[in-house]
């Protein structure tokens, strides 16, 4: 997810499954603080949420033994490890133990994010952690905790969107687990979710969003494309293809009103007429989904994406993956399709000052900017 489980600390690195549990929680919670978490309800409940989830966590070989488990968990569980096998020896990710232990916590989402904007911008209120810097989003272990501070931001007057999410990365400060909340994905999904987690371990820069989004991208299309040509047939890749044009196509839609919007808000006038305009261009794009609904493989996506209303918040945290993966598929080629010298390129580009990052990628291919990064629909992670 690159959502929350990020809350580690360069202070300490921890494999609490090896440590008592009360021990374990008190030195996450310092870590913590140390690190620059200030509010200290919302860092107890970071440490608590992630050791409930370590609690459920086991090896999957030792999960494969056990004869309680269904025949489609033994298959997707299998398939995982698999897939995790792959990843290393074919495209050279991280060979440690996450995703090759899993955790059943009882739930569909494994943390709920709250993202907020003003009533008439696209700019998104920050929080600022450690280790991963400031990002868009305010993640909760806890459902009803991220609704109370939904509720909270938009009795501030902010438009708000909470939603779930199924995976997250902790980066590598921990072994991530496979969740039920995503084990039941097709192979693609899983494939694809696991190369995309495993790369944000191979680089990750701090405060960079649209950087590490567009590299892990890049990593799971080229990673799911050399998995469906060892394990799969042409159709199955030619579906996936055709499901990533139906999502650029939904990113363009929503490009296009972020831009109307923004163009809505420069203007000079008054807060009822920008009010009154703002409602008419998201009832057009909720018009113009739901004409599109049929056109998409899982239509059911869209119904609940539009069920949760339209704001800029919502639009705000749907805002691409995609811009610069242009360039980072630039880099790959000129490695001639050499992923681990792609990697050493792109951990130099990393290195660089943020300006000078962008500019060295953009000589590499178009990119635009987006302002903010957050999981899409149909993402396996959500």
Not at 57 to 83: F, G, M, N
Not at 116 to 135: D, I, R
Request: hydrophobic fraction near 40%; include cysteine; proline fraction near 4%.
């Amino acid at each position: 997810m690159r959502q929350i489980g990020q809350h580690g600390s360069a202070c300490v690195k921890i494999r609490a499954m090896r440590i008592s549990f009360p021990y374990t929680f008190w030195l996450l919670l310092v870590a913590l603080l140390l690190g620059g978490c200030s509010d200290l309800s919302y860092c107890v409940q970071c440490v608590r949420g992630q050791l409930e989830v370590m609690a459920q966590t086991r090896p999957i070989e030792e999960v494969l033994q056990d004869s309680r488990i269904s025949e489609a968990e033994r298959r997707q569980l299998t398939k995982v490890l698999a897939i995790r096998t792959f990843a290393v020896e074919r495209l050279g990710l991280p060979d440690n133990d996450s995703y090759r232990l899993y955790a059943d916590i009882g739930r569909p989402f494994v943390v709920w994010n709250v993202v907020a904007t003003p009533e008439f911008s696209l700019a998104p209120k920050q929080w600022c952690y450690p280790v991963v810097g400031c990002v868009a989003y305010r993640g909760y272990f806890n459902a009803d905790e991220a609704r109370a501070m939904g509720a909270e931001l938009a009795a501030q007057g902010f438009d708000v969107d909470v939603y779930g999410v199924k995976a997250y990365s902790t980066l590598s400060w921990f072994d991530d687990p496979v969740l039920n909340t995503f084990i039941d994905g097709a192979d693609s999904q899983l494939a694809s979710l696991i190369f995309h987690e495993l790369a944000h371990q191979v680089v990750y820069v701090k405060d960079d969003c649209s950087f590490n989004e567009a590299f892990a991208k890049t990593v799971e299309r080229e990673g799911l494309r050399r998995w469906l040509e060892a394990n799969s047939t042409q159709a199955e890749w030619q579906g996936y293809l055709d499901r990533e044009a139906r999502s650029e196509e939904f990113l363009a839609l929503l490009a296009w009103t972020r831009d109307q919007l923004a163009g809505l808000y420069a203007q000079p006038l008054s807060d009822a007429e920008k009010r009154a305009a703002k409602r008419d261009i998201l009832a057009r794009l909720g018009d113009e989904l739901r004409s599109q609904r049929a056109r998409w493989p899982n239509p059911a996506a869209i119904d609940g994406w539009l069920g949760r209303g339209l704001n800029n918040a919502r639009l705000t945290s749907t805002a691409t993956y995609y811009d610069r993966v242009p360039a980072f598929e630039a880099v790959l080629d000129a490695q001639r399709g050499d992923l681990p010298a792609f990697y050493e390129e792109v951990a130099r580009l990393a290195a660089l000052p943020a300006a000078e990052r962008t500019a060295r990628l953009k000589a590499y291919g178009q990119i635009e900017v987006a302002a903010v990064c957050n999981d899409q629909p149909g993402d396996a992670q959500r």
